[in-house]
């Protein structure tokens, strides 16, 4: 089952994202079942065609609502996926395997949708339910990585009661880290609700539209410094991650908002270059991939995650965040990694779908 679109912001990419799966993966190996979730929740049969799920003319796609709603068992031992048509009794539609889930966001990469699946003994492709949670919630995820000694930067959290009743003691803890700094909805993705912030006179309008989408806001001291992301892949039976070779955002048109925004990311292919691999001296590739290889280990992840760091002139590397549901079209950074270190998409799909086959159901 590829599972796609949801409750998120990022919906569309998702959708995207799936169009770029249903038309690579191996036709003459799986049998799939595409199922959408609508931005309001609801589960139906989506189409099997990949161009009607692509970005076109910079609008992103969305999954239409039906009257057929798809429901998934939800009995231990149970692996039939059914039908529901009003009036109708349910049909069955089909015997799932393995679940790919392809969400982005809340309701879907924050672990919500693995706690699901995990009640049905399902299996699914990508981390469990801690480590989807963590790797969403930017707040969480930093005291994760420090309790891991791993290198991140210094950040204040605003939590849902501390605006706007207590400003004045939350504005204590973010003056000490200087300017510019990046302000962020904890529990977002694809840069919305991001801003970078030049003067604390900005930073209302910055904390107002992170809440926009996240009642709980991060603020953090602006990196000087490359951004480079790392691909990481679990390792087969046992055997550790793997990582790919790191790549390179270069963000062209720095007259935006001079950083790695939603546009730049999907709808604007001038803004910004995605090199790969990315120029780098060889002992500091390796130190990322080793702090990717840890980063992923520190959240216990599952099957794939995209490491995302900071490479400060004096080739220092911060570790910025985590994504366990990285962008995953066939021209997204993740997928563009392996193929620049030897593993095309429709090889990567596979091996996902392998790695979440092979592993066992309940506590691992
Ligand atoms: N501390 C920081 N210093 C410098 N740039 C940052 C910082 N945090 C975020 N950015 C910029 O904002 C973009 C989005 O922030 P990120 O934390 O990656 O959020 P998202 O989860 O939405 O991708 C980054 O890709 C980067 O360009
Ligand atoms: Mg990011």
Known sequence: MILFGGRSGEHGISVATAGGVLGAIDRSKYEVVPIGITPNGQWVIADDEPERWAITDGVAPEVPASSAEVVLPLT?????LRVLEPGQVPSALADVDVVFPLLHGPYGEDGTVQGLLELADARYVGSGVLASAVGMDKHFMKMVFAGH???????AVIRPGDWPGRRDIVLQTIEPLGLPLFVKPARAGSSLGVSRVDSLDDLDAAVEEARRHDPKVIVEAGIAGREIECAVLGGRSGERPRTSLPGEI?????TKNGFY?????????????????ADLPDHVIKEIQEIAVRTFEAIDAEGLARVDVFVTPDDQVVVNEINTMPGFTPFSMY??????????????????VQLALERSTGLR
């Not at 231990?76 to 039939?80: E, P, R, T």
């Not at 925004?261 to 691999?277: G, H, R």
């Not at 997928?335 to 996902?352: C, K, N, Q």
């Open 335 to 352: 997928p563009r990694m392996w193929a620049a270190s030897g593993m095309t998409y429709p090889e990567l799909i596979d091996e996902l």
């Open 250 to 254: 270069v963000v062209t048109d720095e």
């Open 76 to 80: 231990v031992g149970d692996a039939a």
């Open 261 to 277: 925004d939603y546009e730049a990311k999907y709808f604007d292919e001038a803004a910004v270059q995605l090199s790969c691999p």
């Open 149 to 155: 000694g791993l290198p991140i930067g210094p950040y």
